[in-house]
């Protein structure tokens, strides 16, 4: 018979200290925290043989004991642990230990490190799931709590993520809305004003793509400009009104032609180069959509 490796008789050790009945002497309380040392030792010893969802296993069982010992912070801690171990290849498991995790985060008060960990659980539902829509709730519940503890430019940072996710989705008025409230936030500091811009063109594609509604679109540009008089003169606030021309003219040459002179100078991003394409598709037949950017 194997012998057992060293995180497996620790773990066999916690369950059976988890199992025990208290003594005259001991508490239930004190029996947990013990068991929990123990599995938090397991734990650790799995993570060394690089044992990622065994490790993870047995920080939710510590997480477990820390909860019945009446250690809220300690379980928070363990629950966190065990979403780190999972993260490893379970991204569900993961999602499912955060998730225990801002349980007790809020009802301890603590919304930054809740938003920290929500942050976390969008990221994981966008590159590992794939799932749009529930990173979208994720960043905007986190961006929340950011801003209620006045860490306005890191819930900003979300609600701007969330904005680009709402576009993918093509839920383009909440899109809108999402670009607007970071812009006005942004143009009160000298430090996050460069960023409206970028803000403002992202809010104005989305007008575009939203069947080709060029009164938003001039109505809203209109809007930034007088919010900032400098926009007008910048080189996002000129695409927009190439791209605006071009759309109500129907002329896909110019639309090209528009999109070529912003990318020589500023190189188009991914979610860009999408919605402008989506955009273009409405002036053409999707046969020709071939090699245009």
């Given amino acids: 018979m194997p012998s057992k490796s060293p995180a497996q008789a620790l773990l066999d050790k916690a369950d059976k200290k988890a ?10 309380s004190s029996k947990f925290e013990e068991a929990g040392d123990l599995y938090q030792q397991a734990a650790n010893t799995f993570k060394i043989e690089k044992l990622f969802k065994e490790a993870g296993d047995a920080f939710a069982r510590e997480a477990e004991c820390r909860e019945n010992a009446k ?55 966008l590159q590992e ?79 575009l793509a939203m069947k080709n509604d060029t009164v938003s679109a001039n109505r809203n540009l209109a809007k930034y400009s007088n919010q900032d008089a400098s926009f007008a003169t910048t080189r996002e606030a ?21 999109v070529g002179e912003f990318d020589q100078v500023t190189r188009l991003d991914n979610w860009k180069t999408s919605m402008l394409l989506k955009i273009k598709r409405s002036l053409r037949s999707v046969e020709e959509d071939v090699g245009i950017m």
Avoid: M
């Fill in 71 to 125: 250690e809220p912070n300690e379980a928070a801690n363990a629950w966190w642990n065990a979403a780190k171990a999972y993260k490893r290849g379970f991204p569900q498991l993961a999602v499912q230990a955060l998730t225990q995790t801002i349980v007790h985060l809020t009802q301890a008060g603590r919304f930054r490190q809740a938003a920290d960990r929500e942050k976390e659980i969008g990221q994981i539902h």
């Fill in 129 to 207: 799931n794939n799932d749009l829509r529930a990173a979208c709730e994720s960043y905007e519940r986190a961006g929340d709590w950011y801003a209620q503890e006045d860490a306005t430019a890191t819930a900003n940072a979300c609600y701007k993520d969330a904005a680009d996710l709402h576009a993918d989705l093509e839920e383009y008025p909440q899109a809108i809305a999402r670009y607007e409230q970071v812009a006005n936030d942004s143009l009160s500091s000298n430090l996050t004003k460069y960023s409206v811009k970028e803000y403002w063109l992202r809010s104005g594609l989305c007008s």
């Fill in 238 to 258: 000129k695409f927009l009104q190439a791209l605006i021309q071009a759309v109500e003219a129907g002329d896909q040459e110019a639309f090209t032609a528009a």
């Fill in 19 to 28: 199992a025990s009945s208290s003594g005259w002497f001991s508490s239930a």
